[in-house]
């Protein structure tokens, strides 16, 4: 006999969309110069990444290296830039 393991939904809890995630979830971000193309998961992480910035300074050298990285990668800012000089 085989179990259905069934997802349940905490409120307040990780997911802020406040809705069940789908099981299979896509994400697309597509970079194409200054332009973002994304889906509606896409747009979520996109969004939440925007939204990490805000705690810039707080993070340690590593984490601020990842996120420089991470907006490099999305063409939030220049190659040759960090997000904030600290």
Same mark, same amino acid.
Request: net charge negative; glycine share 10%.
């Given at each position: 006999?085989?179990?259905?393991?069934?997802?349940?939904? /905490?409120?307040?809890?990780?997911?802020?969309?406040?809705?069940?995630?789908?099981?299979?979830?896509?994400?697309?971000?597509?970079?194409?110069? #200054?332009?973002?193309? /994304?889906?509606? =998961?896409? &747009?979520?992480?996109?969004?939440?990444?925007? &939204?990490?910035?805000?705690? =810039?300074?707080?993070?340690?050298?590593?984490?601020? #290296?990842?996120?420089? #990285?991470?907006?490099?990668?999305?063409?939030?800012?220049?190659?040759?830039? /960090?997000?904030?000089?600290?």
């Amino acid at each position: 006999m085989t179990q259905t393991k069934k997802e349940t939904f /905490v409120t307040g809890g990780y997911d802020t969309m406040k809705k069940p995630l789908a099981p299979h979830r896509k994400f697309i971000i597509e970079v194409i110069g #200054e332009n973002v193309k /994304v889906n509606k =998961y896409g &747009d979520k992480l996109h969004s939440l990444i925007d &939204d990490l910035g805000w705690e =810039y300074q707080r993070m340690g050298c590593s984490g601020r #290296e990842t996120y420089d #990285e991470i907006c490099h990668l999305l063409g939030t800012i220049p190659e040759d830039e /960090v997000y904030m000089e600290i």
